[in-house]
């Protein structure tokens, strides 16, 4: 894949502002246990200009009982038409916080079968225009779903897997979370047994994803398989992950939606600590 299919320089981004048919959501989520702040009051503090708040439970399935898991291909549809997308309209987004939330969002509307999307490289860190407090709103559009069903991973799969020598699985979350080593109840547990080791942050430089070739290189310290599954938390780091081995030349690359989330809710297999093979 080529780096502009995935991303959009700040200075491009401000030469397209005001465009028709353009898109623009800042899909900010915010995680870290020390602040107040949330997506939404982010946003609401500043913006890029003409920028929507996009709410990821608004494009989720949110009777799951997992954050942020895919719904129904015709749910699916529905729910990004709601939003103001439109199968001929260019989409841009971008986060002030990981720009994980944004290749999420990339992530999903690939699987939608939408090929006009790209994430700002740095998110609102990257730009240096003009801020904007106004709250804005697209009118809902039409939106007719071409579903990319190999782009995700069911618990099956991942848990077929385990014992497939044409299967690579990776954990997106730092390292003490794979080693169960996290002060976090979910993470003492470890990771998928038989997955490897590749931080998100491996792959990341400050705010901005790294070079191509930078990122070949770090998909390079793996085997490379027919397949390779990625998983995290929650299906939100293992996106940026995919998409950035996508950029390596990696062509089959999945996300396992339900992630560790789902994974220990089900009671599957787990290991702590490293494993044969892990960096």
Not at 59 to 85: R, V
Request: net charge negative; with cysteine.
């Amino acid at each position: 894949m080529n780096r502009e299919e995935l991303l959009i320089e700040a200075d491009e981004l401000s030469s397209k502002l005001g465009s028709p048919g353009l898109r623009l959501y800042d899909a900010t989520f915010v995680l870290r246990p020390d602040t107040s702040d949330t997506g939404q009051t982010l946003y609401d503090k500043g913006h890029i200009p003409g920028a929507v708040f996009l709410d990821h439970a608004s494009i989720s399935d949110t009777t799951s009982g997992l954050n942020f898991t895919l719904p129904t291909p015709a749910q699916l549809a529905e729910k990004l038409g709601a939003i103001g997308i439109g199968n001929d309209n260019e989409v841009v987004v971008y986060s002030s916080d990981s720009i994980m939330w944004a290749t999420r969002i990339w992530w999903v509307l690939r699987y939608a079968g939408h090929s006009r999307v790209r994430v700002l490289n740095g998110g609102l860190t990257a730009w240096q225009g003009e801020i904007e407090t106004t709250a804005n709103h697209y009118d809902p559009a039409a939106f007719e779903i071409d579903p990319q069903p190999g782009m995700f991973a069911s618990i099956d799969e991942v848990e077929a897997a385990m014992g497939d020598g044409a299967v690579c699985t990776l954990n997106a979350l730092p390292w003490t979370f794979y080693t169960g080593e996290a002060d976090i109840d979910y993470a003492k547990q470890g990771h998928i047994t038989g997955s490897e080791s590749l931080p998100f942050s491996n792959l990341m430089d400050g705010h901005c994803i790294k070079s191509t070739a930078a990122l070949a290189a770090e998909f390079s310290n793996f085997r490379q398989q027919d397949r390779l599954i990625n998983y995290c938390g929650g299906g939100i780091a293992a996106t940026l992950n995919a998409t950035c081995a996508l950029l390596a030349g990696i062509k089959n690359v999945a996300v396992y939606d339900g992630s560790m989330s789902e994974w220990l809710q089900a009671g599957k297999p787990t290991t702590p600590g490293s494993e044969p093979g892990t960096i």
